[in-house]
């Protein structure tokens, strides 16, 4: 599997981004997806996952009421929609997929990574 994440750039505080991570394979729907994050002298970060069918998700208490993850099989597509972005959740952000049904908020459970995506948000 091939993870492309994109939708990063620079946004205010308060203000929203949509990053959306495209995965090649014909398999996509029986992966596990995650978004994890790492800002600059930080260690990366979970922030949500998702399991195979979208039923089940998970996210960071960091970003718990902000942030929504969702998937579109039919296009290969796992989302991080991020609304009322905070100065602190400027870092790049990576999406990651594991061979499992279910989700998981460990990035060492993951198998394939994407190349990561800049998110800055100014204050």
């Known amino acids: 599997v091939q993870l492309q994440a994109s939708g990063g750039g620079l946004v205010q505080a308060g203000g929203s981004l949509r990053l959306s991570c495209a995965a090649s394979g014909r398999t996509f729907s029986h992966y596990g997806m995650g978004w994890f994050r790492q800002a600059p002298g930080k260690a990366r970060e979970f922030v949500a996952t998702i399991s195979w069918i979208g039923g089940s998700t998970y996210v960071a208490d960091s970003v718990k009421g902000r942030f929504t993850i969702s998937r579109d099989n039919a296009k290969n597509t796992v989302y991080l929609q991020m609304n009322s972005l905070k100065p602190e959740d400027t870092a790049v952000y990576y999406c990651?997929?594991?061979?499992?049904?279910?989700?998981?908020?460990?990035?060492?459970?993951?198998?394939?990574w994407g190349q990561g995506t800049q998110v800055t948000v100014s204050s």
């Open positions: 990651a997929a594991r061979r499992s049904y279910d989700y998981s908020p460990r990035a060492n459970e993951y198998d394939y």
